[in-house]
């Protein structure tokens, strides 16, 4: 089995973001109707946001003491602007969950990269911690099989496949998968959901 891996447009990008960050900012809903959603990237998310604050505060002590006076108006923009990305990234990761539902995974593997999976090709689902370097859709080095659908950093979860499915990425090449590794705020809470949904799709 082949399946591409959905890749939101360079045009679309901004389009995506700033819904994102509308529907996170006026507290639409997360799930749909008959979903259950994976929160994912939590703690980078805390890490950057922990990043800002620092940055925040140093740039300005240095716009009150270092920086003349002619050039805060556009140090203050450069901070508007720096703020701003933030809220577009902490938006879009927390807006776009793994989710559940209809039968169906959707794995989001990066900012704007889903792996849409039917349930029927998942054989197992087990807690493991894993680390790549990279983010996006990348094999494991030294574990044949293993790719890891991350934003970035480390994975919690090992989605076994029940065949093996080639992954076919942004640039045109494949990557084959047997299990899929993703991240999860609540590891415990995202297995027993995985598997509820395993146990419900094998019974119809």
């Known amino acids: 089995m082949a399946i591409t891996v959905a890749t939101t447009g360079a045009r679309e990008l901004l389009g995506s973001a700033l819904r994102d960050l509308t529907a996170w900012l006026t507290r639409r809903p997360l799930a749909r109707p008959g979903e259950v959603v994976i929160g994912h990237s939590g703690t980078l998310r805390s890490t950057v946001c922990a990043f800002v604050v620092m940055e925040v505060l140093v740039e300005a002590l240095m716009d009150v003491a270092l920086i003349p006076p002619a050039w805060q108006a556009f140090h203050l923009l450069w901070l508007a602007a720096m703020m701003d990305l933030v809220l577009f990234f902490l938006a879009v990761t927390r807006r776009n969950p793994h989710r559940l539902g209809d039968g169906t995974l959707r794995i989001r593997a990066g900012l704007f990269d889903e792996i849409v999976l039917p349930l029927s090709a998942v054989r197992s689902v087990r807690r493991q911690p894993v680390s790549a370097r990279g983010r996006g859709v990348r094999p494991v080095p030294g574990a044949d099989g293993d790719v890891v659908c991350t934003v970035a950093g480390a994975a919690d979860i090992a989605v076994a496949l029940r065949e ?3 992954l076919r ?4 090449s494949t990557v084959t998968a047997r299990r899929l590794l993703i991240s999860a705020d609540a590891p415990f809470t995202a297995h027993t959901a995985l598997n509820a949904a ?6 119809r």
């Open 169 to 172: 990425l942004r640039d045109g």
């Open 198 to 203: 395993l146990r419900a799709d094998g019974d």
């Open 164 to 166: 093996p499915v080639r």
